[in-house]
């Protein structure tokens, strides 16, 4: 039997040294096997490893990942998968550090569920991703969760197989009913009232200080979750809106139940028909939080304030 051709390591490193010794390393191997490597990391660490690299570092596709990657259900579809679907036929490896110490507690279920969910989106593709995580600046529970979303991991003494693997533990781990907010408004809308659904998040929004695009970017976000409520939610649904630590939350809740786990994280061909909603959200979004059971689902979405 074949082996699998898609590969997820999780690399612990305990230092700046360790982390660029292993990853311009792992860069070379793949510019020296003449395939397509990206680095996605965060700016500081993109910066080491660029300087590293030297003149390499021209042939390799380097992203801050604190910007293309801010919100974690963006990264597959936007870093990812946009990178190794331009390298149609050959075999591609992209370093993508999604969790770094930083990331905030309402940002981390998210982080962990889309590690788990890269096993899912990648099977059988020719592509090696290698993610990286502070094993000293991170919290242990952090550097568990890893074993179980990567199916092999490394150190600095080599690499094994990790007997924690279970990747579907963590998605529906995650999925769980959603922090009740403060204070907030609120609207109950259907077909003839969406509109009204979203001048409430934009209201808000403009009182916050968002600028015109920011401002159009809500808009069209809530209005595709409002349509997928119409559409798949049971024909209405009810809009919160609220302000949390430097932040707009707009949440869209429906009586729909959410199946399929990639639901809006795969491209889309614009030539294609179809529904794009939650990939739209979560493109333009800082960060989404979803909760989903059967007769019920919670979307919540995060836009950082200017």
């Known amino acids: 039997m074949l082996a699998e051709p898609f590969s997820h390591p999780a690399l612990f490193y305990r230092s700046d040294r360790e982390y660029v ?9 793949g510019l020296a096997a003449g395939e397509p490597v ?14 590293a690299l030297g003149g390499e570092a021209k042939a390799v596709l ?3 990942m604190g910007e293309a990657g801010r919100n974690p259900g963006r990264i597959i579809p936007a870093v990812l998968r946009d990178f190794a679907d331009r390298h149609p036929g050959r075999h591609v490896r992209i370093i993508g550090e999604p969790i770094w110490p930083g990331r905030s507690a309402a940002e981390y279920p998210a982080c962990a569920q889309h590690e788990a969910l890269i096993n899912l989106s990648f099977a059988g593709r020719h592509v090696t991703i290698l993610c990286p995580y502070d094993a000293v600046r991170l919290a242990p529970e952090v550097i568990k969760e890893a074993a179980r979303t990567h ?32 204070e907030f408004v ?28 920011r401002l159009d970017d809500i808009r069209l976000t809530v209005a595709e979750l409002g349509a997928n ?25 429906d009586t729909g139940h959410i199946t399929d786990p990639l639901v809006g994280r795969r491209p889309v061909d614009p030539r294609d028909a179809g529904s794009r909603g939650l990939l739209i959200v979560n493109l333009l979004s800082d ?18 304030a200017p």
């Open 21 to 29: 010794a292993a990853i311009t390393a792992f860069v070379r191997e």
């Open 38 to 51: 990206a680095v996605a990391v965060p700016a500081g660490n993109l910066a080491m490893i660029e300087a």
């Open 62 to 64: 380097l992203l801050d």
């Open 151 to 182: 199916p092999v991991l490394r150190d600095g003494t080599g690499e094994w197989r990790s007997a924690d693997y279970a990747p579907e533990l963590v998605v529906d781990g995650y999925n769980r009913p959603l922090e009740e907010p403060g």
């Open 186 to 213: 609120s609207l109950r809308f259907d077909r003839t009232n969406l509109s009204a659904a979203r001048a409430l998040a934009a209201r808000r929004a403009a009182e916050m200080g968002f600028g015109k695009d």
């Open 229 to 253: 409520s119409l559409d798949h939610g049971g024909g209405s649904g009810v809009i919160r809106v609220w302000a949390a630590d430097g932040r707009l939350v707009c949440e869209v809740s």
């Open 287 to 304: 960060l989404v939080r979803v909760h989903t059971r059967a007769g019920a689902t919670a979307i919540r979405v995060y836009f950082d």
